[in-house]
């Protein structure tokens, strides 16, 4: 099942050739469309579409769906390399798998190799595989009234991203509709066979990512992963999957009290939560992403301002180059 996408972002110049070379796109999600090629791997095309509490928005945000993407081969190809992931080709290798005969010269010269990885075609599992090593986010609301975290017990009467110890496990669902539901780290490895070796596993994949970022003034307070089994999938550790903060301005708001400023689409997240609809209710995070009206409003009746966008575009271009930079 696809993501309700608004019909403005729906298609792009991208998707638009990729269909051309005769390819069948078999599913739309939030960002990435995936399309099926011979030989049974995946192209997964990241595209600029915005999303924010499970409603995708009608404006885009230049450039996005390539720094998605180069960050992710980044991280695979580069820091991971010795975990097993899905990647197969990224850029100008992925144009055999879209021609594996005679190529059209003239397609070709058009595909957006940039935002395209192509990917083993695998079984993922039903759970985000969410990792915290600072408190916050989805879970604090449940921290503050019990003390606990995806089934962990967590010192009380800590600040809103504080570090923890050590990094906590908090797995979701991953629901067609609505939002996605928070579990303990128990459900996961009572439901999910070898669910603790997973689990474990996946641990050190973000403490590794965890300490080079540290290293660059970047802390990741959090991130959600993919996998099939132990094998590494999807995105991995960009802004739309993880919470990026400089270290400095999260010391800073440690002391103050505030938010440290992040490197994603937070920008946009604040903005969403000030929206007034004509529901009676105010934010985009309190409305119904499985209701007809809520979704026709989002979708045909908002715009996000110029100025948001700009400065979201802005965040993903500098967290990339501060994480990338020297490597290339």
């Given amino acids: 099942m696809g993501a309700n996408i608004p019909a403005i972002v729906t298609e792009s110049k991208e998707s638009n050739i990729l269909l051309k ?21 995946l ?6 579409r915005l999303s924010i509490f499970d409603f995708v928005l009608p404006d885009l945000v230049p450039q996005k769906g390539e720094y998605l ?15 097993e992931n899905h990647l197969v080709a990224y850029g100008d290798d992925v144009l055999p798998y879209i021609f594996p005969g005679e190529k059209d010269e003239k397609l070709a010269s058009m595909i957006p190799v940039k935002r395209c990885m192509v990917v083993k075609n695998l079984n993922i599992l039903p759970f985000e595989l969410i990792y915290r090593q600072h408190i916050g986010g989805s879970v604090y609301k449940e921290y503050l009234k019990t003390g606990m975290a995806g089934g962990h017990k967590i010192t009380p009467n800590l600040p809103q991203w504080s570090k923890l110890n050590k990094p906590i496990f908090t797995p ?12 303990t780290a128990k459900i996961f490895n009572n439901l999910i066979v070898d669910g603790e070796k997973i689990s474990f596993h996946f641990a050190q994949v973000y403490a590794k990512a965890y300490a080079y970022a540290e290293k660059r003034g970047i802390l990741i307070l959090d991130t ?24 400095k301005d999260w010391r800073q708001a440690m002391v103050s009290g505030g938010a440290p400023a992040f490197y994603d689409k937070q920008i946009v997240r604040d903005w969403g939560k000030e929206v007034v609809t004509p529901f009676g209710i105010i934010g985009i995070n309190n409305l119904d ?40």
């Fill in 21 to 41: 070379c005769g390819l069948g796109r078999i599913h739309q999600g939030k960002v990435r469309d995936t399309y099926s090629l011979s030989g049974g791997n």
């Fill in 43 to 48: 192209l997964m095309c990241a595209t600029d």
């Fill in 69 to 83: 993407t180069a960050l992710t081969y980044f991280w695979f190809t580069e820091i991971l390399s010795e975990y």
């Fill in 172 to 183: 979701s669902t991953k629901e067609d509709s609505g939002h996605d539901i928070n579990v």
């Fill in 224 to 247: 959600k992963m993919e996998s099939d089994n132990m094998i590494l999938a999807d995105e991995v550790l960009t802004p739309d999957s993880s919470r990026f903060v400089d270290e």
């Fill in 289 to 328: 992403p499985d209701n007809p009206e809520h979704i026709d409003f989002v979708h045909n009746s908002l715009r996000v301002p110029s100025e948001i966008i700009d400065k979201t575009a802005e965040r993903y271009r500098e967290i990339f180059i501060r994480l990338v930079r020297g490597w290339y």
